[in-house]
């Protein structure tokens, strides 16, 4: 047994030891082709030499690879469409070469190795890959600088609602977001604001290669009409990379209604995005589910009788090139207790503008 073991376990070295091997051997390619194909434009640090005459001719400076928060926020997958394609492909400048003729995909995807980890060095920055697409209720686990709209209509059996969020994220530190939201709300004959929300977010965990995040945060509600109330609302987030083609983000989140505990509830939510291609400006099937449950339940006025369960079709539309300026448009149907509402739309639209500007990247 024991022996069976101890060989099990030289065997496990053997194959963790050919794996490292294999690894450095890919960065050192990787060392290699930057320096014969980037480094004129990019430097040998990563970060561009402004007085070099080529870089001055190039009309605009490229990005800093040695920037940590930089390095570490851009997906793989997106860079790897920049370097096969050329600059254009993604919104990006004429002066980057497409490599795609001169390189092969191994030799692509060992400079882009040697630039993340490399250059990028060790770091605790969560890796943009784990970056997943903004789901319509399932709360989101990567830290963000975005402007979110949020417009959602209530088809009801009175006169219809529609509520108004605007959203305002921003990175703060390695692991850190701030966020602060304001919602507006419209019917038949009343049109006011809402709520400012005010909220912190922080990532507990992150594992690019297990591709796997993890997110806790809370948000204030703060009351800007007479009716609405104060709120405490915390939540755990994750997001996985099921595999290439598909990803999952799942949520728990407490609504506590500081004035009536009555009107507190949890909400689970679980949303799968299908990620069938790499170029950003495509149509991103999801499909995510929602149960709310309320505190307190009963037949009264205003008392939910039941676990509330949706089901919301949806999809992610990459407007520009770089898709860092996105729709998300979707629908919501009740599953149960259908009187709630008869359906509702959203229409999200999302800006990340550590990416670009509004008029960058078409
Ligand atoms: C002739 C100069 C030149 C060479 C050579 C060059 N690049 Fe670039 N690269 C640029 C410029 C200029 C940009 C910035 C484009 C922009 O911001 O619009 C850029 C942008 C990029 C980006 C996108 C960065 C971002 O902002 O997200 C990546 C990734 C990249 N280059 C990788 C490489 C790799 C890898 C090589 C070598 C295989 C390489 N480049 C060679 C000029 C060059």
Known sequence: ???????????????????????????TRGGTIYSTHCVSCHGSSGQPDVESPLVKSLGIVPANFADTLFNSREPVSTWKTVVTHGGPAMGFSVMMPAFGGTLSEADIDAVLAYIKT????????PDGDLNLYLPLRTKKSFPEDEWVWKLRYSGLDGDDAWKNTLEYEFRIGKRAQGVLELTHEADGDTSRLG???????????HDRRAGFIMTGAAQFAVPLNNDAHWEFLP??????????????QGSARLKLDLEDSNESSSE???VVHWTHTTWPRNVFPALEIVAE?????????????????????????GLNKRGNIALNVGAELPLNDTERYDWRGYVYFIWDFADGGLFDGW
């Open 1 to 27: 047994m024991n022996m069976l073991r101890q060989l099990f376990a030289f065997c496990l070295c053997l194959q963790l030891g050919v794996a490292t091997a294999a690894a450095t051997d890919e960065l």
């Open 118 to 125: 490399e250059i990028g060095g060790a770091h605790d920055y």
């Open 195 to 205: 709520q400012l929300e005010p909220g912190f977010k922080y990532v507990f965990k």
């Open 235 to 248: 939540y755990v987030a994750v997001g996985k990379i099921l595999d290439d083609d598909f990803t999952f």
């Open 268 to 270: 689970l939510a679980g």
């Open 293 to 317: 449950i309320p505190f307190e339940r009963g037949s009264g006025p205003g008392r939910k009788d039941a676990v509330q369960y949706s089901i919301l079709p949806q999809a992610r539309i």
